[in-house]
Nanobody, 124 residues
Framework: QVQLAESGGGPVQAGDSLMLSCAIA????????MGWFRQAMGKEREFVVV????????TYADSIKGRFTISRDAAKNTVYLQMNSLEPGDTAVYYC?????????????????WGQGTQVTVSS
């Protein structure tokens, strides 16, 4: 069973940076495709980024492209989401998600494992 635990969220000002972490237990990171999603209050959960850690580059949502970067530390079995130039529109609960194998997907339905989420609040 794969377990995911996000951390690093909090309140920030517009323009600030924040790094979220997703610690993975139960499976090696290299066996998983990892994604980040977010859900703002009253809205559906939306795709942020996915990485299969293969030759293909990560796929980013247009709304955050150039500001957010996904990375990993295989030794720590942890995935990160570096968020720069944060905007009030980035306010949401951020979730990391995992699926077995190396096929990228931007759909929430494709992911079997989810963390509990971490709140990011960006004030203007």
């Amino acid at each position: 069973q794969v377990q995911l635990a996000e951390s690093g969220g909090g309140p920030v000002q517009a323009g600030d940076s924040l790094m979220l972490s997703c610690a993975i237990a139960g499976r090696a990171l290299g066996q998983l495709t990892m994604g980040w999603f977010r859900q703002a209050m009253g809205k559906e959960r939306e795709f942020v980024v996915v990485d299969t850690w293969s030759e293909s580059a990560a796929t980013y949502a247009d709304s955050i492209k150039g500001r957010f970067t996904i990375s990993r530390d295989a030794a720590k079995n942890t995935v990160y989401l570096q968020m720069n130039s944060l905007e009030p529109g980035d306010t949401a609960v951020y979730y990391c998600a995992a699926r077995s194998g190396s096929r990228a997907s931007t759909s929430t339905d494709a992911y079997s494992y989810w963390g509990q989420g971490t709140q990011v609040t960006v004030s203007s």
